[in-house]
C-alpha cells in the first residue's frame, strides 16, 4: 500500500531525528502557519509552534531583504534549554527544529539543509 505524503514527510522528520541525536523534535509547517507534519514531543501545542515558525520565519526574510542580506537560508533562537532552528522548504513550508543546548550547530545545520532538500521534493 503507497504511504501518503503526510506520512512520507513524517518519515523523514523521523529520519533526521534518528540520524541527527542533538535533534530533540521538528516539524514541517505551512508558510501559513499551519502544521504539515510532525514528531514533536507530546504535549506541544502544534498549532502554536506552527504559528510562531512561520511568523519567524517571515520576519527573518524581511529583514534580511532590508538589510540587504540576501536571501534568508536559516533563523535560529538559543535559550538557556537550548535552541530552535527554521529553514525554509521551498516556497510554500518550514523546517523547525528543537536543539538541545549542547548540539554541535554546524552538524544540525548540515543535516537539516540535507532534509530540506528531501523535503522539497515531496512537498
Excluded: C, W
Aim: aromatic share 2%; net charge negative; proline share 2%.
Amino acid at each position: 500500500m503507497p504511504t501518503s505524503r503526510v506520512d512520507q514527510l513524517s518519515n523523514a522528520l523521523r529520519d533526521l531525528q534518528v540520524g541527527t541525536p542533538d535533534i530533540e523534535a521538528s516539524a514541517i509547517v505551512s508558510v501559513d502557519g499551519l502544521i504539515i507534519a510532525s514528531a514533536l514531543p507530546s504535549g506541544s501545542e502544534e498549532d502554536r509552534v506552527s504559528a510562531m515558525s512561520a511568523a519567524m520565519l517571515s520576519l527573518g526574510e524581511r529583514i534580511a531583504i532590508e538589510l540587504g542580506r540576501g536571501s534568508l537560508e536559516q533563523v535560529y533562537v538559543k535559550g538557556d534549554q537550548g535552541y530552535v532552528i527554521l529553514m525554509s522548504v521551498g516556497q510554500e513550508a518550514v523546517l523547525t527544529a528543537l536543539a538541545h543546548s549542547k548540539a554541535k550547530l554546524g552538524l544540525v545545520f548540515l543535516e537539516m539543509r540535507r532534509a530540506v532538500d528531501s523535503l522539497t521534493d515531496l512537498l
